[in-house]
Antibody
Framework: EIQLQESGPGLVKPSQSLSLTCSVTGYTITSGYDWSWIRKFPGNKMEWMGYISYSGSTNYNPSLKSRISITRDTSKNQFFLQLNSVTTEDTATYYC?????????WGQGVMVTVSS | DIQMTQSPSFLSASVGDRVTINCKASQNINRYLNWYQQKLGEAPKLLIYNANSLQTGIPSRFSGSGSGTDFTLTISSLQPEDVATYFCLQHNSWPTFGSGTKLEIK
């Protein structure tokens, strides 16, 4: 069974960087698909943030392009999100998900609050 | 970016009712539209992909229709376990989401 699990700090200070990990079991991230980060804001608006493909190429939401980086560790079957210079508007639940024309497997999500 | 306008934002219906939720795209997205269900505290679940294809394991009371800019998710006979938030997603260009519909039982 394919499972994704997000992990990382639940509280980040403004201007700092947000770093999250998505651990994947049941499928090797270099075998196929795009591995995405999505976030859900308070009030339920959702935003696709970007992905890293099975080959290692990346694609980012243009609205985040200057602040976001998605990388991976293939030996651990994990991929990572780094979002720089966060503000309170980055407070959200962050999800990782597998993508190929649709997001078919999602993690449970991790809530991140940006606050001093 | 492509804007997705979803309606209604809230829906209350009785068990057995036929329920419809709509998404309108700001430009033609062909059939590149998916529907998801999210229950409280759970990960989103894919219901429908490419506008009208039922994901494996999803009950047949769920169906999708539409193409171009206007799309509909239909639940033919509402069940208590269908209480959830439903949202659409377009992937004609980089993915964007509808604002969600919270469905409750009357």
């Amino acid at each position: 069974e394919i499972q994704l699990q997000e992990s990382g700090p639940g509280l980040v200070k403004p201007s700092q960087s947000l770093s999250l990990t998505c651990s994947v079991t049941g499928y090797t991230i270099t075998s196929g698909y795009d591995w995405s980060w999505i976030r859900k804001f308070p009030g339920n608006k959702m935003e696709w943030m970007g992905y890293i493909s099975y080959s290692g190429s990346t694609n980012y939401n243009p609205s985040l392009k200057s602040r976001i980086s998605i990388t991976r560790d293939t030996s651990k079957n994990q991929f990572f999100l780094q979002l720089n210079s966060v503000t309170t508007e980055d407070t959200a639940t962050y999800y990782c998900a597998r993508y190929s024309d649709y997001f078919d497997y999602w993690g449970q999500g991790v809530m991140v609050t940006v606050s001093s | 970016d492509i804007q997705m306008t979803q309606s209604p934002s809230f829906l209350s219906a009785s068990v057995g009712d036929r329920v419809t939720i709509n998404c309108k795209a700001s430009q033609n997205i062909n059939r590149y539209l998916n529907w998801y269900q999210q229950k409280l505290g759970e990960a989103p679940k894919l219901l429908i992909y490419n506008a009208n294809s039922l994901q494996t394991g999803i009950p047949s009371r769920f169906s999708g229709s539409g193409s171009g800019t206007d799309f509909t998710l239909t639940i033919s006979s509402l069940q208590p376990e269908d209480v959830a938030t439903y949202f659409c997603l377009q992937h004609n260009s980089w993915p964007t989401f509808g604002s969600g519909t919270k469905l409750e039982i009357k």
